[in-house]
């Protein structure tokens, strides 16, 4: 996670990651401004470039060729990635509502969302078919359909409705895709049948008449029939009715008409055209409201109509990141004014393009290659990154006179200065009690009759009750941020450190927490304090374990931690401990390792989005059930994987139990990603003094070139349990475990007899 020098002052939100938005945020990545912080609110951490995404749909490019990684141009742009789907706006209060995190505030917001197809004005369409739109989605609907044709046998009939320039290019990607499969299984290609709908007299009504009468020659070449002036009124599984009562029969069909706004946007107040898209002015700014723009498919330029296509949202990213940047300065903002005509280079599936702009029109398979060359050139912007360091020292050098840069209040040039001062240490590093309470009083957290003083009393100190017969377990972690969402930083802090509580058979009772947070302007201090303790509460609500207390204070890191209280019963043979293990055991890991690589790799702008996206969901599973499971199967002892790594904590567990254990390295769950990055040499920063405990190995020299062989000494953060459980119940325990969401589990390993060696772990694989 970055933290930036001088405070933020002014937050640029950034709803969706489209084309327009992903020139924003490269351009705030190349030409940071002081004192402005760019988030990006997605569903998504691929965005796919839909000028290639026929190429991709044919088999000419794989998925990271057309897709652009979000999540690395965010590190690359110091910019916040917030993976959720946006609900609507609060445009009072300033803020993005979201359906699964607290809502997000914003000074200049920003929407570039796509289109979303109107289904629901076809009966039948919305439950029958294949919608192209949002095309972040594509990807998910195109494997399925693949998948599905695959498996089909006899004959597939595909129906495509829309013969746009996107529906006819689509048809024939798939056509040439799907032909080739079936060729490669040893079944007849001709089994595929094409229908191509449209409601119009002439495929492509905005091309010209030889471009259209090229695709007529093209289609009919491949056997596609096409029905015009068919416009589609009704839809059930596997058929399809037309206005003129022509009824067809179609194993798949797939939706590339003309899409409209999304349905929140209804009710945010802001000026919509008649499909649903926002009215926005020649500044890109919404008609209703200055402080929101939109652009690309999504937004409508009222003195401007566009045709929806990718060309002007590409173009729309440099005067959107202009105008972002004069809007939080308080400066005149700049038309844009789109050309009239462009280049369209639209390819027929077998590598071969034709190309029209205005009357123009020329074909071949140079054009698809010209194309190629654009195309590979764009996606070569948003895929060659260099890290901040590189870029860092000019944005440091500007950042003096940042409160003179960014429109601010009175009041809030006064915070800004306070910010940029030294701060005072001791208790003056305290966050304000304004501040303070105004972000606690949103929180809510699990009330406990055992709780006697707690978070919302005014005494110094929390005051618990320890039930009869029970015994107090206590643990403490914390540490900084490692992502720059303070929410999702907050549950998998908390989750964190319930760990030693659940690994000792412990339940979870009360927490205090930890907090430091970088000085500012008061509200945004305060959000960061809310969304982080919001993510965290809601870790410690399920457990049924009461926040009740904490300090914050000012620091240059974001850092959050607890102090966690659990319960137990008071009989030392009910504590499952390091110390239980028992030769013929075997070793069970719950969750995949490979944390410390992945985020050392993100920071590098070295690891996909979807790795750290798959280590985050990994990160925030609990291991309650886990814990428990173990249990009931007789596990003889337990620990859950932090930052020693997974030999660290191993030696932890033979020492004590007098045995020695055998650790199968090909046997060892993976994150997603993991194996990549140490391939590549990208370690933690702790992984050098985890490597002191190679001293541990009895075979070390005859192992240390195992691909594997690093990651058993990789820094977990949230890891899974490492446990011993009898050989005779090791496969019911794994199924359970299974069925309790630990999807990786698996038997790394087993416990021996302890020998003579003073080196108790041996490596296979």
Excluded at 109 to 129: C, F, R
Excluded at 474 to 495: E, Q
Aim: glycine content about 10%.
């Amino acid at each position: 996670m970055q933290t930036p020098e001088q405070p933020i002052l002014r937050d640029v939100v950034l709803v969706g990651g489209g084309h327009s938005h992903v020139g924003v945020i490269k351009s705030f990545g190349m030409q940071p401004m002081p004192g402005v912080r760019l988030t990006v609110i997605c569903t998504d951490v691929h965005t796919p470039y839909s000028g290639m995404l026929p190429g991709y749909v044919a088999g000419h490019y794989d998925y990271d060729a057309v897709h652009i990684d979000l999540s690395r141009l965010a590190v690359f742009a110091g910019a916040r990635l917030y993976r959720d789907e946006v609900i609507g706006l609060d445009r009072v209060n300033r803020k993005v509502l979201c359906r699964n995190r607290p809502p997000v505030p914003y000074d200049v917001l920003s929407i570039n969302t796509g289109s979303t197809p109107q289904l629901h004005d076809v009966p039948g369409a919305l439950e029958n078919v294949i919608a192209v739109k949002p095309i972040t989605r594509f990807n998910e609907r195109w494997l399925a359909l693949l998948d599905r044709v695959q498996r089909h046998t006899g004959k597939t009939t595909v129906a495509v409705v829309g013969a746009g320039a996107g529906g006819v290019e689509l048809l024939l990607a798939m056509q040439f895709r799907l032909r080739q499969v079936l060729r490669t299984l040893g079944r007849n290609p001709d089994d595929l049948v094409f229908h191509l709908f449209t409601n119009n007299a002439h495929i492509l009504p905005t091309h010209n008449p030889g471009v259209r009468r090229k695709f007529d020659d093209v289609l009919a070449a491949r056997g596609v029939q096409v029905h015009r002036n068919a416009a589609v009124t009704q839809v059930t599984a596997g058929r399809l009715q037309t206005s003129a009562g022509q009824v067809m029969e179609a194993d798949e069909i797939v939706w590339v008409t003309r899409a409209g706004g999304a349905a929140w946007l209804k009710d945010t107040g802001l000026a919509l055209d008649a499909d649903g898209f926002i009215k926005v002015s020649d500044t890109l700014q919404t008609v209703t409201d200055p402080d929101i723009f939109a652009a690309g498919d999504i937004a409508g330029m009222v003195n401007h109509p566009l045709e929806k296509a990718g060309v002007f949202a590409v173009r729309q990213g440099p005067p959107l990141s202009r105008n972002l940047r004069l809007s939080v300065q308080g400066a005149p903002l700049k038309p844009y004014n789109p050309q009239r005509r462009w280049l369209a280079l639209i390819s027929t599936g077998d590598q071969y393009a034709v190309a029209s702009r205005g009357w123009l029109g020329f074909a071949g398979a140079w054009v698809w290659r010209w194309k190629d060359s654009i195309d590979r050139a764009f996606m070569r912007k948003f895929q060659d990154l260099a890290p901040m360091d590189a870029r860092a020292t000019g944005a440091q050098a500007a950042s003096a006179n940042v409160a003179g840069k960014v429109q601010l209040t009175s009041e809030e040039s006064l915070q800004a200065i306070s910010a940029m001062a030294m701060r005072c240490g001791g208790c003056g590093a305290k966050v304000g009690a304004t501040v303070l309470s105004r972000a606690l009083s949103q929180l809510h957290p699990v009330q406990r009759g055992d709780v006697l003083i707690g978070l919302s009393d005014p005494d110094d100190a929390a005051v618990v009750r320890v039930p009869a017969g029970k015994a107090i377990v206590h643990s403490v972690d914390f540490f900084r941020a490692f992502i720059d969402d303070p929410y999702l930083f907050g549950k998998v802090a908390a989750n964190h450190a319930l760990g030693d509580i659940w690994a000792m058979g412990a339940q979870a009772q009360s927490a205090t927490a930890i907090v430091t947070v970088p000085s500012g302007l008061e509200s945004k201090v305060e959000d960061v304090l809310f969304q982080m303790m919001t993510g965290a509460l809601e870790v410690l609500n399920e457990a049924n374990c009461a926040l009740v207390g904490g300090h914050t204070g000012e620091g240059k890191e974001l850092a959050l931690g607890f102090a966690v209280n659990g319960l137990i019963d008071d009989d030392p043979a009910q504590i499952l401990r390091k110390n239980g293990m028992r030769p013929g055991d075997v070793l069970i890991l719950t969750k995949p390792i490979g944390t410390g690589t992945l985020l050392a790799a993100h920071a590098r702008l070295g690891a996909k989005g979807r790795w750290i996206d798959a280590a985050l969901q990994s990160m925030v599973l609990s291991n309650q059930k886990g814990a428990q499971t173990l249990r009931d199967f007789g596990a003889t002892a337990c620990t859950d994987l932090t930052g020693f790594g997974l030999l660290g904590h191993l030696v932890e567990m033979t020492h004590p139990s007098g045995v020695d254990a055998e650790l199968d390295l090909n046997a060892l769950p993976l994150l997603d990603g993991a194996q990549e990055c140490v391939n590549e040499g990208i370690v933690s920063s702790l992984q050098s003094a985890n490597l002191r405990l190679r001293r541990a190995l009895r075979n070390q020299e005859a192992m240390v070139n195992h691909p594997r062989y690093p990651l058993i000494f990789d820094p977990q953060t949230a890891g899974g349990l490492l446990a011993s459980v009898p050989a005779d119940r090791v496969q019911d325990c794994m199924a359970a475990l299974r069925e309790q969401g630990y999807g990786h589990t698996a038997a790394i390993g087993r416990v021996l007899a302890q020998s003579d060696s003073l080196a108790p772990i041996t490596l296979c694989g």
